[in-house]
């Protein structure tokens, strides 16, 4: 698996969003893990991301159900970006050289 860390600044540029929500919304209808800053690990079908990296899943299961047994019955949800801590990607559907050219792209704009 791929791991991302999204981390919420108000510094942060709106270029860098709409990288990561670009991104994302290649990803939909895949399977990614999502841990939330309390420790929720959630995995289910990526339906859709927004300009603020919030988040909608299908198909959900929850990593710790013991912890969490009121999440599951729970089917699909809505989790608000600012909660995420990383997100989980499958690597076979993740172009890394795209990504990675893309965030250079945008280091060298941001330093010129």
Same mark, same amino acid.
């Given at each position: 698996?791929?791991?991302?860390?999204?981390?919420?600044? #108000?510094?942060?540029?709106? #270029?860098?969003?709409?990288?990561? #929500?670009?991104?994302?919304?290649?990803?939909?209808?895949? #399977?990614?893990?999502? /841990?939330?800053?309390? %420790?929720?690990?959630?995995?289910?079908?990526?339906?859709?991301? %927004?300009?603020?990296?919030?988040?909608?899943?299908?198909?959900?299961?929850?990593?710790?159900?013991?912890?969490?047994?009121?999440?599951?019955?729970?089917?699909?949800?809505?989790? $608000?970006?600012?909660?995420? $801590?990383?997100?989980?990607? !499958? !690597?076979?559907?993740? %172009?890394?050289?795209?990504?990675? %050219?893309?965030? $250079?792209? /945008?280091?060298?704009?941001?330093?010129?």
């Amino acid at each position: 698996m791929i791991l991302l860390s999204i981390l919420f600044h #108000t510094n942060k540029s709106s #270029t860098i969003k709409m990288l990561f #929500t670009s991104f994302f919304k290649t990803l939909v209808g895949k #399977t990614v893990v999502v /841990e939330l800053k309390n %420790d929720l690990s959630i995995q289910g079908t990526l339906t859709s991301v %927004d300009q603020f990296l919030n988040i909608k899943l299908d198909d959900i299961t929850v990593g710790n159900v013991d912890k969490y047994a009121h999440m599951v019955s729970v089917k699909n949800c809505f989790i $608000r970006g600012s909660v995420i $801590r990383y997100i989980q990607l !499958p !690597p076979e559907h993740v %172009d890394t050289q795209l990504l990675q %050219d893309a965030t $250079r792209r /945008e280091a060298g704009e941001k330093s010129a």
